[in-house]
């Protein structure tokens, strides 16, 4: 069983930038041809919406409200993937929550198996 934590929520101000960080342990998804890690984000009264993926192919994926702002990247020595956030909005509040599964790179919540449990992002 892979297992998925989140680090790096934070309250922070409009425009300020802030990082998160995923560590996933258990079986590597290095081993897996097709593989993919991403982050998603759920605000109040809201569904669960993609942020960003990337997969085993350096492919990334970015929501239209995060792109050029947001920027994923990936450790696969660590199994780490890390959300670096830039220029935050009000509209980015939310419960960040990180996602792992044998996937090409997409924005689809079924598509990922392993789930975090989540940190709070509040920006004012």
């Known amino acids: 069983q892979v297992q998925l934590w989140e680090s790096g929520g934070v309250s922070v101000h409009a425009g300020w930038c802030r990082g998160l960080s995923c560590a996933a342990s258990g079986q590597s998804y290095s081993r897996y041809d097709d593989w993919c890690m991403a982050w998603f984000r759920q605000a109040p009264g809201k569904e669960r919406d993609g942020v960003a993926a990337i997969d085993s192919d350096g492919i990334a994926s970015y929501a239209d409200s995060v792109k050029g702002r947001f920027t994923i990247s990936e450790d696969t020595a660590s199994d780490t993937v890390f959300l670096q956030m830039n220029d935050l909005e009000p509209e980015d509040t939310a419960v960040y929550y990180c996602?792992?599964?044998?996937?090409?790179?997409?924005?689809?919540?079924?598509?990922?198996?392993?789930w975090g449990q989540g940190t709070q992002v509040t920006v004012s």
């Open positions: 996602a792992a599964g044998a996937t090409l790179s997409t924005l689809i919540p079924h598509s990922y198996n392993n």
